[in-house]
């Protein structure tokens, strides 16, 4: 019997190793693999009306990242298990991973990647979970020592929000 990436026995219907990646190029695949804790980073990082973040905030997003293990979605999945599988140790630099502008465009360009190759439900359960990824950071209560901040997200980040989703053509 083939076991999931968290250890668990495969739900009925699901493989353990799918079949999903072959479909992407190399350029491509890294760019959906990347996406997810680009945008943790992102929206961690403070901008304009958004405060900066704690620790639980990160792992609020961490925590948002691997409930992909268990998404119905065959290529969030597989893009969750890659996201463990790295060890390469290579990132770009942090200004570049926050930078708001660069991820919007990223977004959009994985939106125009999984219209081409993503099966229309692999395609809308993986934005949806990105644009989770950035939800549950903006929500994140911070910890003991860290800042108080509104638990609800602040305008600034509705509006990052919305221009994330739209980027990634959910609204």
């Known amino acids: 019997m083939s076991h999931s990436v968290a250890g668990e026995p495969p739900s009925a219907g699901r493989r353990a190793a799918p079949l999903t990646t072959a479909v992407y190029s190399a350029a491509e695949w890294d760019l959906l693999v990347s996406l997810p ?19 639980r905030a990160g792992l609020a997003g961490l925590d948002a ?5 268990a998404s119905d979605s065959d290529l969030v999945r597989a893009v969750v298990a890659a996201i ?3 060890h390469d140790g290579t990132s770009p630099p942090t200004e570049r991973l926050a930078d708001p502008v660069d991820l919007l465009a990223t977004c959009r360009a994985a939106s125009r990647v999984l219209g081409r190759r993503a099966d ?11 644009q989770s990824v950035a939800a549950r950071v903006c929500r994140a209560v911070p ?12 305008p600034a980040d509705r509006r990052f929000l919305d ?9």
């Open 163 to 171: 221009r994330l989703g739209a980027a990634l053509g959910l609204g």
């Open 37 to 55: 804790g680009r945008v943790l980073v992102a929206t961690a990082a403070p901008g304009p009306g958004r405060p900066e973040r704690g620790v």
């Open 84 to 86: 463990y599988a790295r």
């Open 120 to 130: 229309p439900a692999d395609s809308a359960a993986y934005r949806q979970w990105v």
């Open 65 to 69: 990242v691997a409930a992909g293990r």
């Open 143 to 154: 910890g003991p020592g860290e800042r108080r901040v509104d638990q609800h997200a602040t």
